[in-house]
C-alpha cells in the first residue's frame, strides 16, 4: 500500500493564482480530512468528508474548496491564493469505525508571494 | 476535551526507555487517552490509546493509572527515529468533524 499521498510536495503561487492539492488514499477508508499547520503551531482542520459524495466544514473552511467524487481522492482547491494560506497542508484518512487512528501524507509545503 | 499537562522536553539515551509523562486531572469517565507523535517535517502519527487498562501495541505501551488523573507513554527502546514531538490528548469517542488539537506536547530528544 501506498498509504496517504499527496502531491505536490513544494508550490509557490502568486496572490490571486489558484491551485488544487491532490490527495489519494489506497486503504478503503470511509473518512478523509484537510488540515493546515503554520510554522510552530498545531493543526487546524479545513474541511473532512464521511464518504464519497459527503463533505463538510472544519474550523478554518475559508478560501478552500473540496469534493470527493471517489473514496480514494479528496482534492483541496484554493479559490484565491493569499499569504496568510502559506502553509504546510496535510491529507489525512481513517477507517469509519477507528476515527481517531488517522494516516497522513507527507505534506505539501504551499508558500503565497 | 479534558486539558493535558507535559513537559516541555525529554532527552533519552538510545536503547534505553523512554517514558513520556502526561497529567489529564479533569479527565472524565467517557473520555480516552490519546497519544500520537510528530517527527519533524512529517504528518503525525497515531501511536496508542486507551481507556483505562494499560494497553501495549508494536510501537509503544500506555500506563494508565488507576484514577486515570495521569498516564504514561513507553517507548522500550527508543532509536533516534523515535525523535520527535509527541502529544497526549484527551476526549471522548473521536468523530469525523473532530479536530486532531494539539497541545504543546513534549519534544523527545533521543541522543546516541
Known amino acids: 500500500n501506498a498509504g496517504v499521498t499527496q502531491t505536490p510536495k513544494f508550490q509557490v503561487l502568486k496572490t490571486g493564482q489558484s491551485m488544487t492539492l491532490q490527495c489519494a488514499q489506497d486503504m478503503n477508508h470511509e473518512y478523509m480530512s484537510w488540515y493546515r499547520q503554520d510554522p510552530g503551531m498545531g493543526l487546524r482542520l479545513i474541511h473532512y468528508?464521511?464518504?464519497?459524495?459527503?463533505?463538510d466544514q472544519g474550523e478554518v473552511p475559508n478560501g478552500y474548496n473540496v469534493s470527493r467524487s471517489t473514496t480514494e481522492d479528496f482534492p483541496l482547491r484554493l479559490l484565491s491564493a493569499a499569504p496568510s494560506q502559506t502553509s504546510v497542508y496535510f491529507c489525512?484518512?481513517?477507517?469509519?469505525?477507528?476515527?481517531?487512528?488517522?494516516?497522513f501524507g507527507p505534506g505539501t509545503r504551499l508558500t503565497v508571494t | 476535551d479534558a486539558k493535558t499537562t507535559q513537559p516541555t522536553s525529554m532527552d533519552c539515551a538510545e536503547g534505553r526507555a523512554a517514558n513520556l509523562p502526561c497529567n489529564h486531572s479533569?479527565?472524565?469517565?467517557?473520555?480516552?487517552v490519546y497519544w500520537y507523535r510528530q517527527i519533524h517535517s512529517q504528518g503525525p502519527q497515531y501511536i496508542i490509546h486507551g481507556l483505562k487498562n494499560n494497553e501495549t501495541n508494536e510501537m509503544a505501551s500506555l500506563i494508565i493509572t488507576e484514577d486515570r488523573k495521569s498516564s504514561t507513554l513507553i517507548l522500550p527502546h527508543a532509536t533516534l527515529r523515535d525523535t520527535a514531538v509527541y502529544y497526549c490528548i484527551v476526549r471522548g469517542l473521536w468523530n469525523a468533524g473532530n479536530m486532531l488539537t494539539f497541545g504543546g506536547g513534549t519534544r523527545l530528544m533521543v541522543k546516541p
Open positions: 489525512a484518512s481513517s477507517y469509519r469505525g477507528r476515527a481517531y487512528e488517522q494516516y
Open positions: 468528508s464521511v464518504g464519497a459524495g459527503i463533505t
Open positions: 479533569t479527565i472524565s469517565g467517557n473520555e480516552y
